[in-house]
């Protein structure tokens, strides 16, 4: 068994992650446009898969220096690539999106598209 402090930990990145998978699933239900949904659903769930992600492997870390066993080893690589395979995806969809919903960057306030500044100060 691991130690009283990784199970702490282990426990903690669990419930992170439920509650930031939760939020991003409220996000979903909630919000009206496409845009608010996406930007929810993208930031909560990336750091709620990030904390389950970390936490398997912590507990698996624990486990492999307590036991020395190699499926541990496999099993911090399998959640590694598990999670290069969904951020990979993610980042596809969410790019998918911001082009079929036309979203471009805003410009900051007082700067024309041609770059110069439109805003004058008072008494110029």
């Known amino acids: ?3 009283l402090t990784a199970d702490l930990i282990i ?3 669990l419930f992170v ?3 930031f998978c ?28 990030g904390a389950v992600a970390f936490a398997v492997i912590t507990y698996a870390y624990t486990l492999f220096v307590t036991t020395g066993s190699s499926e541990y080893t496999a099993l911090i690589l399998r959640t590694l690539f598990l999670v290069f395979i969904l951020a990979a995806g993610t980042w596809t ?3 998918i999106i911001r082009e079929r919903t036309g979203w471009k960057p805003q410009e900051p306030a007082g700067v024309s598209a041609d770059g110069k500044e439109s805003v004058t100060k008072d008494g110029e």
């Open 1 to 3: 068994m691991s130690s």
């Open 11 to 13: 426990w903690a990145l």
């Open 17 to 19: 992650g439920v509650v």
């Open 22 to 49: 939760g939020i991003g699933l409220m996000g979903l239900l909630l919000f009206p446009d496409t845009r608010s949904r996406m930007f929810t659903a993208f930031r909560a769930t990336a750091i709620g898969l």
């Open 93 to 95: 969809m969410y790019g």
